[in-house]
């Protein structure tokens, strides 16, 4: 059963930064799709940045652009999403999801639907 074991949420000031991590159980973590979204109470879950077959392949929300980065340690089996400039509205709860990469396309990797498997969640507020 793979595990996706979050960490690194917390408390910081507009204008801050947080890394957050993803530790996966999967052996051939370099042929998955990456990805983290975020959710709000009351919303729905919302995409913020995807990591794909290559360092190449990396898509980010408008909202976090320039401001998130997405990375993956494949040796460590570990994703990260390094933030920077942290604003009240980025406060949610941030999730790391992995899916197969030959289950998922371009088109679609921006939808939580389309991802198998999730850490639980860790929160994220952000303070004027």
């Known amino acids: 059963q793979v595990q996706l074991d979050e960490s690194g949420g917390g408390l910081v000031q507009a204008g801050g930064s947080l890394r957050l991590s993803c530790a996966a159980s999967?052996?051939?973590?370099?042929?998955?799709?990456v990805g983290w979204f975020r959710q709000t109470t009351g919303k729905e879950r919302e995409f913020v940045a995807a990591?794909?077959?290559?360092?190449?392949?990396?898509y980010y929300a408008d909202s976090v652009k320039g401001r998130f980065t997405i990375s993956r340690d494949n040796a460590k089996s570990t994703m990260y999403l390094e933030m920077n400039s942290l604003k009240p509205e980025d406060t949610a709860v941030y999730y790391c999801?992995?899916?197969?990469?030959?289950?998922?396309?371009?088109?679609?990797?921006?939808?939580?639907?389309?991802?198998?498997?999730w850490g639980q969640g860790t929160q994220v507020t952000v303070s004027e």
């Open positions: 990591l794909g077959w290559s360092s190449g392949n990396v």
């Open positions: 999801a992995a899916v197969q990469a030959r289950k998922i396309t371009v088109t679609t990797l921006r939808y939580s639907t389309k991802y198998d498997y």
């Open positions: 999967i052996q051939t973590f370099s042929s998955y799709v």
